[in-house]
């Protein structure tokens, strides 16, 4: 049972990037957790998403917002805050698990590599160590480009991809978890113009910049705290609306249609010149 909406409302599902990218996988498995069987369009920036999103009721949009090594994705940060109505539906944390992948099904016929740099550069370990060292490389703008390339060489050619690489285009995956960083993970976000239900997981996303006064983050944290509410999450990032400020991200136990987080982020107003609910979602 979805906490969002009824999952029949939703017409359009927008997600960034092309085919087979982990974007799509993400949005695929929001799809299956919430039965969501809505028309699927790619868009190219996250800019793009959260636009079409905040214009569009009956869509939802699938987006990245944190990876494991890289950190926090600031175009998703600073275009979620520069939109006035699109909040976070859903949270889920998924590997980055790049895969060898080719028409060929043996791995030691392999004399040639398709994709793009940073794909080789996240496999480099496993590409010095484990493929031919005359290696034949043809770089790309992207994997979906190399994918299609990959159909006109031989069967002695391979690509960096995803697992669902390999299933839209009919592709062996010779070796899974290729990355140097074998633990690295992203976080991806559904969002949505509309607010979701309470469940007994819900955390909740705000958005602040503080009053320039000694003590004003003891005021703000001692505000959750008072009431027992558990923060999860805070980090900061540079505001794009003023150099010399930072906006501060917190994440917190409960949803915002509770009491007593309506209390606290009702009493932390005092403390803040920038305010901005991100959305109560499940993490799943």
Do not use: W
Request: glycine share 4%.
């Amino acid at each position: 049972m979805s906490n969002f909406t009824d999952s029949e409302k939703i017409k359009t599902i927008a997600y960034l990037g092309t085919a087979g990218s982990f974007t799509e996988m993400a949005k695929d498995y929001f799809c299956n957790k919430y039965n969501l069987n809505a028309y699927q369009m790619p868009f190219r920036t996250i800019k793009e998403i959260i636009a079409y999103v905040e214009d569009d009721k009956d869509a939802v949009g699938i987006i990245p917002v944190e990876n494991a090594k890289e950190g926090i994705i600031r175009e998703t940060n600073d275009n979620l805050i520069n939109s006035s109505n699109v909040k976070i539906l859903a949270e889920t944390i998924l590997p980055a698990n790049n895969c060898l992948l080719s028409k060929n099904s043996e791995i030691y016929n392999i004399t040639g590599l398709i994709a793009p740099a940073p794909a080789m550069a996240r496999c480099q370990e496993y590409i010095k160590n484990e493929l031919p060292m005359h290696l034949n490389i043809i770089h790309t703008s992207d994997t979906e480009e190399a994918a299609r390339l990959l159909n006109s060489y031989n069967l002695t050619y391979a690509i960096i991809g995803t697992e669902k690489t390999a299933e839209i285009y009919n592709l062996n995956i010779l070796n899974n978890n290729i990355n140097n960083d074998k633990d690295n993970q992203t976080k991806f976000i559904m969002i949505g113009n509309f607010e979701t239900e309470p469940t007994p997981h819900s955390t909740s996303s705000i958005a602040i910049a503080l009053r320039d006064v000694p003590g004003v983050l003891f005021k703000i944290v001692k505000e959750f705290a008072d009431r027992n509410i558990n923060i999860t999450y805070i980090h900061t990032t540079p505001s794009k609306m003023d150099k010399d400020e930072y906006i501060l991200y917190i994440d917190f136990d409960g949803h915002i249609k509770e009491p007593k987080i309506e209390e606290a982020t009702e009493h932390i107003k005092q403390h803040i010149k920038y305010y901005r609910f991100m959305g109560s979602y499940e993490r799943i």
